[in-house]
């Protein structure tokens, strides 16, 4: 008869269950009456605890399982391995098809991120509205749900697209636990049979326990990928600020060592890796290709840098091609614009001191009473051939702004090997072995912001003084005569040439008032204007309507006007050959004025 130690040894010995069944049928045939009954409850008993002790040692196995899993989750610093590995694992403890996981993104929505199982790739990149679906139902609630048939479970709020991918992997039962971070469920993992299946107890709170443990490690590989972006983005700003500092100490060489723009576009073709050109205040090219030009605001394929100085715009840096193409192009062009900012300003110290001493030389040629001899002396120290000089251009700014009229002088030295200088508020060029001719014509060609006036030169104290006394008048009749930005030789003034000399004004002023006298003294006495709406009547051809346009009056004003003239200077006024004579004069009054105006 067996005993309860009997039981007892085979489940000591961990026998297996087809020995116990054995054990019992052999103790059951033996036996009979109330002994087989008793034999049929003790073997009932160690069936229930040979169960509960596979129970247990399948639950600590999985828990060994668990914990391994959860181990090596923290080993992983990246969030596409974690969720691959939790899927891959939810599959093997679940003994399932397939498994995936959703995360919730910024906007409420689901998207499964990573599927390990499918059989295509339907399941992957579909999105869930928020609170839609089994997913959006687990996330909602934050409580894990099972269906036993999914496709025809109405428990489920279906969409469309999920349907469609469940049938197409022929889906069945689907267990879906929340992944929780804190408060907050940040997506559902989910495990599927191709089959109708049930879910117990034992199943789901493992599925939620390994949910758990994918939410560390997905929190703990985010904060290893943001530390890896940060140390990344560190390393490449210090990457960043060695690559500028050595850029910068070879522009600081470059520029101590008397380099100019072509060794510093040199040095930023170098770290960048492409061309760099250097464009001055005018878009002339300074360094680089001459046939480059500066772009326009939002050109692609260019990266620009201005030179900025304390007086306004000096320049720009462009870079273009494979150079344009450096992250840090704008940077390093800023470096070199600093450079280039720095040779600009030395060259203007240095011009500004040369143009020092030619100021003084010039302003002492050009003053009368000063030694001829010394003056000779002065002009070879300074490199300056005075009896060469064949022209003489005098650049009178009126009221503009003098910068651009001493930067046209500095231009004009130049392309004619002379030299310039400021002399008593105007700029004087001096200009051997270029006839006035030539220099007016190219002078013509110029935009220019001042008037400028050209003569005639045989070399020498003497003749420079005089060329220079008719070229200053010549650019002060211009600027009377409204003609600020142009230029002129003193013998295309004509008529006005008589200005130049007190004897040819005073005859002028004869002319003037025995011309248009009564109409001068009336405007003079009445503090009336009648002189302008002549002028502007014999301007327009005396044309009526011109006239009124242009002074902005009635018809009958201008009639009444014009009688009053009638009255001033006689009616023959209107004849053609009177008519000329009054035009001339009223241009002339007005020139001496503006002369008379400018002292």
């Known amino acids: 008869m067996p005993t309860p130690d009997s039981w007892l040894r085979l489940l000591a010995d961990e026998r297996p269950a087809a020995e116990l069944e054995d054990f019992r049928r052999d103790q059951l045939t033996s036996a009979s009456g109330d002994r087989r009954d008793r034999v049929a409850r003790e073997a009932d008993r160690a069936f229930a605890i040979r169960r ?10 999985e828990l060994t399982v668990l914990n391994d899993l959860a181990r090596r989750l923290t080993t992983l610093r990246d969030s596409g391995e974690v969720l691959s590995e939790v899927a891959a694992q939810a599959r093997r403890l679940l003994d399932v098809d397939v498994a995936y996981l959703m995360l919730r993104r910024a906007d409420g929505t689901l998207r499964i991120e990573v599927v390990d199982g499918s059989m295509g790739s339907v399941l992957r990149g579909i999105e869930l509205a928020d609170g839609s679906g089994l997913g959006g139902r687990v996330v909602r609630t934050g409580e894990p749900m099972w269906s036993e048939h999914y496709l025809r479970d109405t428990r489920v709020e279906h969409v469309a697209a999920v349907d469609a991918a469940a049938e197409s992997e022929q889906l069945g039962g689907i267990l879906g636990v929340p992944l929780i971070r804190g408060d907050e469920a940040i997506g559902v993992l989910l495990a599927a049979d191709r089959r109708p299946r049930s879910f117990h107890g034992g199943e789901v709170e493992l599925l939620a326990a390994l949910a758990s443990h994918a939410a560390v490690a997905l929190h703990n590989a985010g904060l290893f990928e943001q530390h890896r972006r940060l140390v990344d983005e560190l390393r490449a700003a210090n990457a960043t600020l060695r690559r500028a500092d050595e850029l910068r100490e070879r522009l600081t060489a470059a520029v101590i060592g008397g380099g100019g723009y072509a060794e510093i576009a040199a040095e930023l073709t170098r770290a960048l890796g492409g061309p760099v050109t250097v464009f001055g205040a005018d878009h002339e090219v300074l360094a680089g290709a001459p046939d480059e030009r500066v772009p326009e605001v939002g050109e692609p394929g260019a990266v620009l840098a201005p030179v900025e100085l304390r007086s306004g715009y000096a320049g720009c840096l462009v870079a273009r091609g494979s150079a344009a193409e450096d992250a840090e192009a704008a940077r390093l062009l800023g470096l070199g614009a600093t450079s280039v900012a720095v040779v600009i300003t030395s060259e203007q110290s240095r011009a500004e001191a040369e143009m020092r001493t030619r100021g003084e030389f010039v302003s002492a040629l050009l003053s009368p009473g000063t030694d001829e001899a010394g003056l000779r002396r002065r002009a070879r120290s300074a490199g300056i051939s005075i009896a060469e000089v064949r022209t003489v251009a005098v650049f009178d700014p009126g009221d503009a702004e003098p910068r651009q009229t001493a930067a046209l002088a500095s231009r004009v030295a130049a392309e004619f090997g002379g030299w310039s200088a400021e002399h008593t508020g105007h700029l004087v060029a001096l200009l051997p072995g270029a006839d006035p001719e030539r220099v007016a014509e190219w002078l013509r060609r110029l935009d220019l912001p001042c ?14 003084r005089t060329a220079h006394e008719s070229a200053r008048q010549t650019a002060t009749v211009l600027l009377a005569l409204a003609r600020a930005r142009d230029c002129a030789r003193d013998a295309e003034l004509g008529i006005y040439r008589s200005l130049f000399g007190q004897a040819g004004r005073d005859e002028l002023r004869v002319f ?8 001068l003294a009336h405007d003079r006495d ?74």
């Open 512 to 519: 003037i008032d025995d011309t248009v006298g009564p109409l």
């Open 52 to 61: 509960r002790l596979d129970a247990r040692r399948r639950h600590a196995a």
């Open 526 to 599: 009445r503090r009336r204007d009648l002189a302008t709406t002549l002028r502007t009547y014999l301007e327009q051809s005396r044309h009526h309507a011109r006239t009124c346009e242009l002074l902005h009056v009635h018809a009958n004003t201008l009639y009444q006007r014009l009688e009053r003239v009638d009255r001033l200077l006689g009616p023959d006024w209107r004849e053609p050959r009177r008519a000329l004579e009054v035009q001339l004069a009223l241009r002339l009054h007005d020139v001496l004025s503006a002369l008379r105006a400018r002292g």
């Open 451 to 464: 008037a400028v006036g050209v003569s005639a030169c045989s070399g020498g104290v003497h003749a420079i």
